[in-house]
T-cell receptor
Framework: DGGITQSPKYLFRKEGQNVTLSCEQN?????MYWYRQDPGQGLRLIYY???????QKGDIAEGYSVSREKKESFPLTVTSAQKNPTAFYLC???????????FGPGTRLTVL | AQKVTQAQTEISVVEKEDVTLDCVYE???????LFWYKQPPSGELVFLIR????DEQNEISGRYSWNFQKSTSSFNFTITASQVVDSAVYFC????????WGAGTKLIIKP
């Protein structure tokens, strides 16, 4: 089945450790996105990539890094520089531009 | 900066009642897109509808209907004969190359 996968569903890390969240899509979509959602809030854009080997910062990129070496993969690294990393992280993809974004199931990160 | 306002933080109704979720957007562009997404307790975001700024026709899909009015910059969402499974957080979203998310309305349908 076509879709977006994120793993793991729940992730626990100690403070000061970097952690990488995976996002894979087999929809052949060009653009991919990472969002952060805090309790009771809407989504905030962290990074996005419209083509392979290219990505742009979103509204809250500080403390995060990404790579886009393959069309189907867009991993997000939460670095120790991110002050409050505990949140729900959602990955999305779209064929491009203003097309509808489709979301993965999300990863709930808890930093202890 | 553009923003999307969902003034209703939480709505609670009894099953089978109709309920309308309000959305007001502030886009300044000629061409834009509006979306509604549903986020059930599982957390995954489910796409419901996408409308472009040139199409003001109201839309009905089963128990769901949307009222798009450019004159008031509103894109309201109505659920008819609500069911417990409709309980979720609903987000209204504006788009011009990036998505601008409202804060969401938590809808609780009581049996």
């Amino acid at each position: 089945d076509g879709g977006i996968t994120q793993s793991p569903k729940y992730l626990f890390r100690k403070e000061g450790q970097n952690v990488t969240l995976s996002c894979e899509q087999n929809l052949n979509h060009d653009a991919m996105y990472w969002y952060r959602q805090d309790p009771g809030q809407g989504l905030r854009l962290i990074y996005y990539s419209q083509i392979v080997n290219d990505f742009q910062k979103g509204d809250i990129a500080e403390g995060y890094s990404v790579s886009r070496e393959k069309k189907e993969s867009f991993p997000l690294t939460v670095t120790s520089a991110q002050k409050n990393p505990t949140a729900f992280y959602l990955c999305a993809s779209t064929p491009g531009g203003t097309d509808t974004q489709y979301f993965g199931p999300g990863t709930r990160l808890t930093v202890l | 900066a553009q923003k999307v306002t969902q003034a209703q933080t939480e709505i609670s109704v009894v099953e089978k009642e109709d309920v309308t979720l309000d959305c007001v957007y502030e886009t300044r562009d000629t061409t834009y897109y509006l979306f509604w997404y549903k986020q059930p307790p599982s957390g995954e975001l489910v796409f419901l509808i996408r409308r472009n700024s040139f199409d003001e026709q109201n839309e009905i899909s089963g128990r769901y209907s949307w009222n798009f009015q450019k004159s008031t910059s509103s894109f309201n969402f109505t659920i008819t004969a609500s069911q417990v499974v409709d309980s979720a957080v609903y987000f209204c979203v504006d788009s011009n190359y990036q998505l601008i998310w409202g804060a969401g309305t938590k809808l609780i349908i009581k049996p």
